[in-house]
């Protein structure tokens, strides 16, 4: 069931991150979409981060893909600037998005026809310069999150 969250600063969107996180299944990809601005950074850092991450966590805007030691394991795709399905292919994504890690992609819709059918998709609204309105959608099939 699609949830409706409002949050008022970047502490309050990592402490959703973080309850997002503690549900999420092996094997889960997590959808963060919004315009540039809107905080998907900031959220996929509150995941990496709740799952025990102690380093910087920085976006893979240049490189598409960060690696993160947690458990599970994180695989951060930033699509941004993909130009080609075929950098994806280059990177073997789907080596990482069909493992047993969490998958988290900013700018999915780069990807449309290369994603799964089931995902988790977190839409992230720019309210005002500190408001986000966040929308959490769980795949159909409850095979993503607990």
Do not use: C
Not at 47 to 60: C, D, E, F, N
Request: net charge negative; no cysteine.
């Amino acid at each position: 069931m699609e949830q409706v969250k409002i949050t008022t600063s970047e502490e309050e969107t990592n402490i959703l991150a973080s309850q997002l996180a503690s549900k999420l299944l092996p094997g889960a990809i997590v959808l963060l979409n919004g315009d540039m601005g809107a905080g998907k950074s900031v959220f996929a850092r509150g995941i990496i981060q709740s799952l025990g991450y102690k380093g910087a966590v920085t976006s893979p805007t240049f490189t598409l893909m960060n690696e993160y030691p947690t458990e599970p394991v994180v695989y951060h795709f930033d699509l941004y600037r993909l130009k080609s399905y075929d950098q994806l292919y280059d990177i073997g994504y789907d080596e990482y998005i069909y493992s047993d890690g969490i998958s988290l992609i900013e700018w999915s819709e780069k990807m449309e026809h290369l994603l799964p059918e089931n995902y988790v998709e977190i839409i992230i609204e720019k309210i005002d310069p500190t408001t986000r309105k966040i929308t959490v959608i769980p795949d159909d099939n409850n095979e993503m999150i607990s």
